[in-house]
């Protein structure tokens, strides 16, 4: 038992395989910054690995804490009632497991207000 | 005719109406940063206006200009085949009104970068 951390990016998934690609990348830019961290990307649906199979494989890594980000924009039926069902199972599979999650990109200020800047400079003059 | 150019954050929407609260948030700012552009909120499906129905509106109102800014995270099916189609429904029923389209978040390296940094901070040390 390692007692490592893992940060599990979790986003939607859609049929196109070009959509996970900026996903792919948050993961890649974050994993490099933190050597300290597992980090991986999990999908609602479409894509592959889920939600569970890709904490299941964390557990079974050894990981004893895993933290959920939703790459969302905002909180819809998908984070109000898909997450914490899936949650609530996982957490039943693994009770060693401490799952948390953390809120959406449109709910933390600082991404909101990158997205409002950017917007600002890229509307026409 | 005014003239006007006209930023239209163009998002999802869902059944939930708390969904759309960081978009009016983002569209809030940018108005207030840009008092020289009316900027306008609409969604692909569940929430209203629907794209047609706000550009048609802009048009109405004398804008020339309009230009639909993706509050997606990512280049799937709805940005690929739903929204130009719209677009192109746009056009032939607005031959005059210049309509162009931004890409989404997520093939914004400035933006992918600051869901990054906000990861690499917010994840358990």
């Known amino acids: 038992m390692s007692g490592k951390s893992a940060l599990v990016l979790f986003a939607h998934g859609a049929r196109d395989a ?66 914490p069902r899936l949650v609530a199972d996982i957490r039943e599979r693994h009770p060693a497991l401490a799952v948390e999650v953390l809120p959406p990109v449109g709910e933390v200020p600082e991404l909101v207000r990158a997205i409002a800047r950017w917007l600002v400079n890229a509307a026409p003059r």
Do not use: N, Y
């Not at 690609?21 to 894509?47: G, H, K, Y």
């Not at 079974?60 to 998908?78: C, K, N």
């Open 18 to 83: 070009q959509w996970a690609q900026p996903f792919a990348t948050i993961r890649d830019e974050v994993a490099a910054a933190r050597p300290d961290l597992s980090v991986a990307l999990a999908f609602l649906e479409a894509m592959t690995p889920r939600l569970p199979e890709c904490i299941a494989a964390l557990a079974a890594a050894g990981h004893e804490r895993i933290v959920v980000a939703p790459i969302f924009l905002a909180l819809g039926g998908h984070l109000k009632e898909d997450l």
